[in-house]
């Protein structure tokens, strides 16, 4: 398996292996392909890697900057985030974001939040029930990881396509 940067010919890929992947996901509805889309057009895609195996896009995640209190001060967030349902639990999204945060590091970036189970988000690294809310949600599925610097306390908010799609 290899994890490297999306290719513009991996656009059609990306979508029907991400609209596959949350479709029968009961807390999806069926945003996650039209977020990934947006934030490509709007330039907020900070970060598309896929995962590939014998020449087949089998996993994605995508990292887009997020603001806390308003200030972007070097944060991002991870999501979505996809396999293919015949390769899950096989490592494939845990290899994608450690070499994400990986890249966001060498970026220099000061930290990544997600909106997630802490049960899969704490094994690679994520803390809840901190400094961060959003939207109300419980603090515990309200995840960050710091790089550097003191964890920012507030208000946590996604780039404008996650409003688009109702998040």
């Known amino acids: 398996m290899l994890i490297r940067p999306e290719r513009p010919d991996d656009v059609d890929a990306i979508d029907r292996l991400t609209i596959a992947a949350f479709e029968p996901q009961s807390f999806s509805d069926g945003s996650e392909a039209p977020i990934i889309r947006s934030l490509r057009a709007s330039g907020d895609l900070t970060l ?85 809310s959003h939207l109300g949600l419980d603090r515990a599925a309200v995840q960050h990881i710091t790089f550097s610097g003191p964890t920012p306390r507030g208000e946590l908010r996604f780039a404008p396509a996650f409003d688009a799609a109702g998040h």
């Open 48 to 132: 598309s890697l896929v995962a590939e195996d014998d020449g087949d896009v089998i996993g994605h995640v995508a990292f887009s900057p997020v603001t806390i209190d308003g200030a972007h001060d070097g944060w991002f967030g991870l999501g979505p985030i996809c396999v293919r349902l015949d390769r899950q639990r096989r490592g494939v999204g845990r290899a994608l974001v450690a070499e994400g945060l990986r890249r966001l590091r060498d970026r220099e970036a000061r930290g990544c939040a997600l909106i997630g189970d802490p049960n899969i988000y704490g094994r690679l690294g994520f803390t809840g029930n901190g400094p961060l």
